[in-house]
Each structure stands twice: as C-alpha cells, then as structure tokens.
C-alpha cells in the first residue's frame, strides 16, 4: 500500500485558505505586535532570570563574553537569546529594549503560524483564523511575550518545527532537505531553551516511525540524519559549558509534590479558559476536562484516508506526539530539578499546538452526528467561543493599557527609584556588591559583579543552600572593597540577617539606611 502524500495532511473537503482568511491572520498577528508593545512602553517584565539574560547580553555585546552578573560564566541557560539581544545592544540598543522588541514581534509570528499550522488540520476556511485570533487574546500568551525571557522565540521555534516535521511524516520523510530543515528548528531551539531536547526526541521518534514504512534501514538511516544535524548545537553547548564544570548550569534536587505539581496545572489550564481574574473554579474545571477529553477522541479520530498504515499516519501524530513528549519533559523536569513551577511561562510553546488540537476538536463536535441539529450546535459553540474571546480580549487589553508589566517585579518604579537603589548606584566602583536581591539589584542598577547573599534555603529545592561559613571564605579572598545591600523583605524567613553574618564573625558597618534596607561596608 502506497504512503499518504503530503496533501494528506489537510483535511480532504476544506477549501484552501483565500487572501481574507491570510489579511485577516495578519491583522490579528499586527495586532498582537502593537498590544504587546504597548503594554511594554513602560518597560518588560523582569525577574530574576532576565537579570542573567540581560547580563549575558551585555557582556557579549562588551566582549566579555557570555557571563551573568557575577561575571562567571552562564551555564544555567544556553546562550541563544543573550547572543541575539547581545547584536542590537553592540550597536546602541539596550539590551531591554532589543528584547522587548523582538518578543512583540515573535507574538505576531507565533499567532501567523499558528494559522498556517490549524490550515493543515481544519476542514473550514475561517476555523484557522480563529485558531490566529485565539493565541492572540489569550493574557497567557501575553504575560509570557511581554517579559525578558527566551520562551517568545523558543515558541517560533517549536512551531517552525513542528511545521517542518509534518510533511516528513505525512510521507516525504525520504526528502532529506525536510529532515534536515526540522533538525536545525530543533537544534537552533536547543541553543535558546535546554527544553528543545524534548524537540529533538521527539523528532527521532516521529521520523524513525514514520520512515519505517519503508523498512528498518531508512527508519535508522532517516532518524540518524535528524540526530546527526540537530545535535550539532546541543554538543556545542554542551562542549562549552564542560570548560566551566557543568552540563546545564548548576541545579538543585526539586522539592515538587504531585499535589503541588497537580495544583499548578489545574490552576494554569483554570486561567486559559477563564482568565487569571476569574473565580469561577469549578467551571472553568469542568471545561478544562471536557476540552482534554475532545482532544482526545479528536486526535484518536483523525486518521488518514488509509486506515490500515498504522497510527503513525494519523494526520495529528507529530502534532499530538511533540505536545506529549513535551509536556512528559516538562513533567520529569518538575520532579528532578528545582525550576519554575509549571505555568503559562512554561507550557507557552505548546500553547499554539494546543489551540489548533482545540479547534479540530470543536470542529468534531459541530460535525458529530447528534439528535441536536448541525445548526444548534454551531450556536451554541459559537457563542461560548464569542465569549471566550470577548473574555480574553478584555483581560489582555487592560493589562496592555495599565501597562502592567512595567507596575510589576524589579521594573517598577517603586524599586529602580528608591533610596536603596540610588544609594547603591552611588557605590565606589569596582567595588564588589552582595545583597539578598542581586537579580534585582542588577536590574535596577546594571552593577556588576554582585554576589548573591547566604540563604536558608533554595527556590522550590530541597538542596543544601550558601552557608554562612562558605560566604565568609569567599568574601576574605576578594581585594575590592565589598558592600552588603541588604533589602527588607515583608515575610522573608528564607535570607540570612545582618545580626546573623555579625554572630558568624563578619565585619558590618553602616554605609547608608534608606526605605527599603541598609548598605553595610562588609569585612572578615
């Protein structure tokens, strides 16, 4: 039996995509670009992981190379989007804004991907507009492109490749050229988020399966190929972090608990279908579950014309395959090593994969022979669907015009202006800075090195932290003279105190009390 074409992979009685459904994808996409820039015209969304992005950045970009803002090398991020930030700011252009830019910009890509994505699997003209128009109001999506991250072009990424990926399983898996174009979206993707490992896997897996009609040796030979060109910036990566001890930068065992983990998801899933603001838990639970469970019996459906190949020819196998074997990375990764509980930020590349699951499946539902008519059901999905969107909408558009980002974490203005923050500028230079807030320290001031001060304990980790008498050691073997900012936390039990330092035999004078801390002059 001869393979299905690459045609197959569209949906045999849609039409194709006119010049109003692409005007109109491109619309939305513009769209996107402008909210995004105009909930950040007060600045990006920074946190603790921005501060070594931005670092990374600016470093490059001074030629001292890929460092963070103890002037040590990066391992703990792979260096793609600090390199990419690092080009525009050589050339004048601060690191934030570059970033800021070229997230806004990645939204409005991701929103006309995901159009041409859902064309492959829609059997209506305007479904896939609609799947544009979803990725473009969610305020998931616009939470995540509004911040100094590498998640906006790892999103472009997952989906380039994913669009690469499904013609070579829909039967071209014997054109090389497609192979190696999916291997080099993975591999760049790599370079940008250790998580395009679980691209790279699945990959392998969606080739190997899918060139195995053609027996075991192009199944070998195809998958081998794919391995071979999309390893080459993982084994870069790798080599380099090696000179510095570590594969993927230092990390702590995970302190996550299948209830934790469990919360977490519902509540982010919770947010996709009924807003963060929103109360209505049970309801939103409710249709969480009925919108994985069409999924599913969409995805166990959609078989090509010739059901005898197996389920490696199903039209959504690498759609369905890439957004499982992702989120199980993402699974594996919450339970083996301390890192941001699972949320918007983290499941944003399959956010696209998922809407165009989502609309297939609505689509199945309207077709579904049911006593109720075609017609009543179409209603009835319609006006759910309006006011989702209107929802959605509403909630991205407010965020954009109170420019909530910038009123937000270590941007805000009540940080980068406060005493503590001026008098920090104001420190001797070259001299070494240690706070309890580096990252955001950093943010505000662009000091470097700054040193992260002894902790009880680490962020979401069960590991060992900084102890008093390892920072003491470190703190003797530096010449420059050293500074403590130490910012008052409301409710932090986590930091060692002034008074604690002091006990364990360090030297604290006061250098400067201000609103939100004390600097100390810091000796042994």
């Known amino acids: 039996m001869t393979s299905p074409t690459h045609d197959s992979v569209r949906q045999p009685d849609r039409r194709a995509a006119t010049r109003p459904e692409w005007l109109a994808a491109t619309a939305i996409a513009a769209w996107a670009v402008l909210v995004a820039l105009a909930g950040t015209r007060s600045g990006s969304l920074v946190g603790i992981d921005s501060a070594a992005y931005l670092a990374g950045a600016r470093n490059l970009a001074a030629g001292a190379g890929y460092a963070g803002i103890d002037q040590r090398p990066i391992t703990l991020f792979p260096p793609g989007f600090s390199a990419t930030v690092a080009i525009p700011n050589a050339l004048g252009i601060d690191a934030v804004t570059a970033a800021r830019t070229l997230n806004a910009v990645a939204l409005g890509i991701v929103c006309l991907l995901t159009f041409v994505l859902a064309r492959r699997h829609a059997r209506r003209r305007w479904t896939p507009v609609v799947a544009c128009g979803a990725v473009a109001v969610m305020p998931a999506m616009f939470g995540v492109f509004t911040a100094v991250w590498s998640e906006p072009v790892f999103c472009v990424l997952t989906l380039a490749f994913i669009l690469a990926l499904e013609p070579v399983a829909a039967g071209r898996a014997a054109d090389s050229r497609l192979v190696a174009l999916a291997a080099v979206a993975a591999g760049v993707a790599y370079i940008f988020r250790y998580a395009g490992v679980a691209l790279i896997v699945a990959g392998i897996v969606v080739v190997a399966l899918t060139a195995a009609r053609d027996g075991r040796w192009s199944a070998a030979r195809r998958s081998g190929l794919f391995a071979a060109i999309a390893l080459i910036g993982p084994v870069v990566v790798t080599a380099i972090n090696l000179r510095h001890g570590t594969i993927v930068g230092p990390r702590a065992p995970s302190a996550e608990t299948f209830t934790g983990f469990a919360r977490e998801g519902a509540a982010t899933l919770r947010g996709w279908v009924v ?79 998922i809407v165009v699951l989502v609309a297939c499946a609505l689509e199945s539902y309207v077709d579904h022979p049911a006593r109720l008519p075609r017609a009543g059901r179409l209603a009835i999905l319609g006006a759910v669907v309006v006011v989702w969107f209107a929802g959605s909408a509403s909630i991205t558009i407010s965020r954009a015009v109170t420019t909530t980002p910038a009123r937000n974490g270590y941007a805000a203005g009540w940080w980068t202006h406060s005493g503590l923050v001026d008098a920090s500028r104001r420190l001797p230079a070259g001299a070494t800075i240690v706070s309890n807030n580096a990252a955001g320290l950093y943010l505000a001031t662009g000091r470097q090195p700054l040193l992260p001060a002894p902790t009880r304990r680490i962020y979401r980790s069960s590991g060992r932290p900084l102890d008093i008498a390892t920072f003491r050691t470190r703190v003797a073997r530096v010449r420059q003279p050293v500074f403590f900012v130490w910012e008052r936390l409301a409710g932090d039990t986590w930091d060692v105190t002034p008074a604690q330092l002091t006990a364990a ?20």
């Open 505 to 524: 035999g360090l030297r604290l004078a006061v250098v400067h009390s201000a609103d939100f801390g004390t600097i100390f002059r810091l000796g042994t």
């Open 275 to 353: 807003g963060t603001t929103h109360d209505q838990v049970v309801l939103a639970d409710v249709v969480v579950v009925v919108v994985v469970v069409a999924i599913l019996v969409a995805a166990a459906r959609a078989r090509s014309d010739r059901p005898s190949t197996g389920i490696v020819d199903s039209r959504r196998f690498p759609l369905t395959a890439i957004v499982g074997i992702y989120v199980g990375y993402l699974v594996l990764s919450e339970f083996a090593t301390a890192i941001d509980p699972v949320g918007d930020r983290l499941l944003s590349p399959v956010i696209g994969p």
